[in-house]
């Protein structure tokens, strides 16, 4: 992937204000190189990915965060994964022309946004769910992190057909007049910013371009790439969990299973003797279906 896929990360000094900056190339055009969305449906997919790899930046012990944004509207469902091994994969699902620089009740009609963490560790995931309010997802995510997580947070986003790019502030925990002033001017600040300066500066001219009188505390960027996680034993998983019966009815009526990521487009074929492999450790007697 391109070196200027990176997350840069930054702490306003004597204040508690934190800030992040997610610039996508090779990540961005590899997701759009497997599906032929139309522009405004690139639009809404890029910044849901953008939102998803800041906000998985901030959680501790979580391997992974993943956002589904669905109505019933000419967008169906957007979806974006960020894992804490900087990955990044997402899709999108649409029945209609959407039109361009629709809101976000004319792409998803009646809609919600719902995201998921899933612990490191394989424990308990949580989840919340919200409905989809606001102009726009930056305003719906921010609504959401404010509302769920008690996180003042804004955000800028900005994509098109090479790049896709956000910046994050957070107030985190900790008040005094002083937070409040840097909050209040730090936003002011970002509020300056302009797609295009998003898209086409790096994270050092960008913070130079905003916050060049503020003292910031930089750590060091990290590299951010597209990958899935998709797999033959991940899908062969997802048979098994819907029995036999129903996967000997798919084999019986379509000759084998194939399955399609929607992420990446990789195809899983499973054929009669493959589909009986899957249930084979639950039945010791080696039993198979009677054929006549």
Request: hydrophobic share 40%; net charge negative; charged share 25%.
């Amino acid at each position: 992937m391109s070196s200027q896929d990176t997350l840069q990360r930054f702490l306003f000094e004597h204040a508690a204000v934190r800030g992040q900056y997610l610039h996508l190339d090779g990540t961005w055009q590899a997701i759009l190189a497997r599906h032929d969305y139309p522009t405004p449906v690139r639009r809404l997919l890029g910044e849901t990915l953008v939102a998803a790899g800041l906000m998985g930046s901030t959680l501790k012990g979580y391997g992974r965060l993943v956002v589904q944004v669905s109505g019933h509207g000419p967008v169906n469902l957007l979806v974006a994964e960020a894992t804490a091994q900087r990955t990044l994969r997402g899709m999108a699902q649409s029945n209609a022309r959407v039109p361009e620089g629709a809101d976000l009740a004319a792409a998803f009609g009646d809609g919600r946004m719902a995201i998921t963490l899933e612990p490191e560790d394989g424990g308990e995931r949580y989840q919340g769910i919200v409905p989809l309010e606001g102009a726009d997802l930056a305003g719906a995510f921010e609504g959401y992190l404010d509302r769920s997580e008690q996180l003042p947070t804004r955000l800028w986003l900005a994509v098109d057909g090479r790049r896709a790019s956000g910046l994050m502030l957070q107030r985190i925990p900790g008040q005094s007049d002083e937070d409040s002033d840097t909050w209040e001017r730090a936003c002011h600040l970002a509020d300056t910013v302009t797609e295009a300066e998003l898209l086409g500066l790096d994270g050092d001219r960008l913070r130079h371009r905003l916050f060049h009188e503020e003292d910031l505390r930089l750590f060091e960027a990290e590299p951010v790439r597209f990958a899935c996680s998709c797999s033959r034993e991940r899908v062969a998983g997802t048979l098994r969990s819907l029995g036999v019966d129903e996967v000997r009815s798919i084999i019986a009526e379509q000759g084998a299973v194939d399955v399609n990521c929607e992420f990446c487009n990789r195809h899983f074929h499973f054929d009669p003797v493959d589909a009986e492999q899957l249930f084979a450790a639950d039945d010791p007697l080696g039993g198979s279906p009677t054929r006549h």
